[in-house]
């Protein structure tokens, strides 16, 4: 979600009013892939290296996710949507987490959408994790490291409950990944759209799934293997 700054400052205004107006973006896109009947939408809310923007800025962020968190259960259970979250959550200030697992708490019976938030998360972080984690068990003798392999390694990640993403949406024309789900978007289909964050409306959406349901994904092997 890219692009908040770039349009307050576009309006003549502070930073924070450009992540206040993305809560719109947020709204739009989470009923949108409800509605479609999308499965898992997940969303690069605040990462790792976020923490290391002006002080200011960090603390509006973190406010906005209380308020936000708190006045969006209504929509998220008239959506049937199931809220989660990813990241070092523990880094997080308290009200943050409080909100959070409540909003998880009340939302887990949902069936249809599941909504991810990647907080304080980055995707070196993940990695890194998974690999302390894999490691604890080898030196436990509970797993031989010939065991491990690609599917192990997934079950260690935040995101393990979750199928690898089948779209990847960036907005605000940056062409880099930032972190974001390195493991898990390894053959997942890349869209780029110049717009930014707090524009962003149920038909970008369906523009970038469009987009995406013209890809021909080949996993690697040739075209006529995967027609087929
Ligand atoms: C994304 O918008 C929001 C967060 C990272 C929380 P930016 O704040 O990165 O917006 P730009 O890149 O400055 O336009
Ligand atoms: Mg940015």
């Given amino acids: 979600m890219d692009g908040n700054g770039r349009w307050a400052k576009s309006k003549g205004a502070e930073r924070i009013f450009g992540h206040r107006n993305a809560i719109t973006a947020v709204r739009e896109v989470s009923e949108a892939s409800a509605e479609l009947g999308v499965k898992y939408l997940t969303l690069y809310a605040f990462s790792t ?8 800025e960090v603390m509006g962020l973190m406010k906005l996710l209380v308020s936000t968190i708190r006045g969006e259960i209504k929509t998220l259970q008239k959506n049937n949507i199931r809220l989660r979250a990813i990241g070092a959550l523990d880094n997080l200030p308290g009200s943050c987490q409080k909100e959070l697992s409540e909003a998880i708490e009340q939302t887990k019976n949902n069936d249809g959408l599941t909504l991810v938030l990647a907080l304080s998360y980055s995707g070196r972080w993940e990695i890194t994790e998974a690999v302390k984690s894999i490691a604890e068990q080898v030196k436990s003798g509970e797993l031989e490291a010939s065991e491990i392999d690609d599917k192990l390694f997934s079950k ?27 493991w898990q978007i390894a053959y997942t289909e890349i869209y780029i759209t110049d717009k930014l964050w707090p524009d962003f409306r149920k038909e970008d959406l369906y523009e970038a799934i469009l987009a995406y349901q013209n890809r021909e994904r080949r996993f690697g092997r040739i075209s006529e293997q995967v027609k087929t």
């Fill in 49 to 56: 290296e976020n923490w290391g923007r002006p002080k200011t």
């Fill in 156 to 182: 260690h990640l935040s995101t393990r409950d979750f199928p690898d993403p089948e779209l990847l949406i960036r907005t605000s024309g940056e062409m880099r990944i930032s972190n974001f789900l390195l």
